[in-house]
């Protein structure tokens, strides 16, 4: 019983707590989509964009690695400076391509979810798509023969990535529509 002690008021607040509505539930706030059991393409985004970053930054610096390593050697420096060169080309390799990966996934990201509020579901069109549109956004200012290059890398990358995972559904859509 809540009600059973006398109202003492606050000493933090100086209010009467009896004052507040009294209710036989308790009250919390809860994530929008905190009861889906998949998260949407918004919330996987983030994911997505930091992996890329990070997938970008490490191939970057084995690139950077190597280029250093093969720069140095035809130099005849101390090794102080051989160092510092190979730390430069890894960290500029690095940098680079973790750029350029994450600049791509923002686009696929942005393209996806336009898609997906747009037509109202997600499916592998979405995903085609926005592969299509990122590597057609992405060498857009690169000239019409490279922009053209472009969204077909990504149409082709976005197609592969729907065939290794939505082979089942695939599948079933192909029986389904021979077996009609």
């Given at each position: 019983?809540?009600?059973s002690?006398?109202?003492?008021?606050?000493?933090?607040?100086?209010?009467?707590?009896?004052?507040?509505?009294?209710?036989?539930?308790?009250?919390?706030?809860?994530?929008?989509?905190?009861?889906?059991k998949q998260?949407?393409?918004?919330?996987?985004?983030?994911?997505?964009?930091?992996?890329?970053c990070?997938?970008?930054?490490?191939?970057?610096?084995?690139?950077?690695?190597?280029?250093?390593?093969?720069?140095?050697?035809?130099?005849?420096?101390t090794?102080?400076?051989n160092?510092?060169?190979?730390?430069?080309?890894?960290?500029?390799?690095g940098?680079?391509?973790?750029?350029?990966?994450?600049t791509?996934?923002?686009?696929?990201s942005?393209f996806g979810?336009?898609?997906?509020?747009?037509?109202?579901?997600?499916?592998?069109?979405?995903?085609?798509?926005?592969?299509t549109?990122?590597?057609?956004?992405?060498?857009?200012?690169?000239?019409?023969?490279?922009?053209?290059?472009?969204g077909?890398?990504?149409?082709?990358?976005?197609?592969?990535f729907?065939?290794?995972?939505?082979r089942?559904?695939?599948?079933?859509?192909?029986?389904?529509?021979?077996?009609?």
């Amino acid at each position: 019983m809540l009600n059973s002690f006398p109202s003492v008021p606050s000493p933090y607040l100086n209010y009467d707590p009896q004052l507040l509505p009294q209710t036989s539930q308790p009250e919390y706030i809860f994530l929008e989509g905190a009861g889906s059991k998949q998260r949407g393409r918004f919330e996987l985004s983030f994911t997505e964009i930091g992996t890329s970053c990070l997938i970008g930054a490490t191939i970057g610096g084995i690139r950077g690695i190597y280029s250093g390593i093969k720069m140095t050697s035809m130099e005849n420096q101390t090794s102080t400076y051989n160092r510092t060169q190979i730390l430069n080309s890894v960290f500029k390799n690095g940098a680079r391509l973790s750029n350029t990966f994450g600049t791509l996934s923002v686009y696929y990201s942005i393209f996806g979810i336009i898609l997906e509020k747009t037509r109202g579901c997600e499916d592998e069109l979405n995903t085609i798509v926005a592969g299509t549109s990122t590597g057609l956004l992405f060498k857009a200012t690169s000239g019409l023969r490279r922009c053209g290059i472009g969204g077909l890398i990504g149409f082709s990358l976005a197609t592969a990535f729907s065939l290794v995972t939505s082979r089942d559904k695939i599948k079933e859509m192909g029986s389904s529509v021979f077996h009609s």
